[in-house]
């Protein structure tokens, strides 16, 4: 059973950095596409960013340019780095694997890890 835990949230002031990791196990790294996500209180789940194989990586508009995400294969760890952070970025940051196979998705979550801005 595949598993992901992510660490690295925290509470932080406007405009500071922060460094989520995801640790992944398994094989999951070499056959999911990786992903972060965010939920903010009394909303739905949305797509912060992603990386697909390769280098290929997609952005949520209102995060483009300030955070970035990235994979080491050899450590089986997602990394999502967050840059100029601003209080609507505050929720809960859940790591995601995905993987489409025979005409349905299979997903991976890991447990969520709050990130909180502070004004």
């Known amino acids: 059973q595949a598993q992901l835990v992510e660490s690295g949230g925290g509470l932080v002031q406007l405009g500071g950095p922060l460094r989520l990791s995801c640790a992944a196990s398994?094989?999951?790294?070499?056959?999911?596409?990786m992903g972060w996500l965010l939920q903010a209180p009394g909303k739905q789940r949305e797509l912060v960013a992603a990386i697909l194989s390769g280098t290929t990586r997609n952005y949520a508009d209102s995060v483009k340019g300030r955070f970035t995400i990235s994979r080491d294969n050899a450590k089986n760890t997602l990394y999502l780095r967050m840059n100029s952070l601003k209080p609507e970025d505050t929720a809960v940051y859940y790591c995601?694997?995905?993987?489409?196979?025979?005409?349905?998705?299979?997903?991976?979550w890991g447990q969520g890890t709050q990130v909180t801005v502070s004004p």
């Open positions: 995601n694997a995905r993987r489409y196979y025979s005409g349905s998705y299979t997903d991976f």
């Open positions: 398994g094989s999951i790294f070499s056959n999911y596409g």
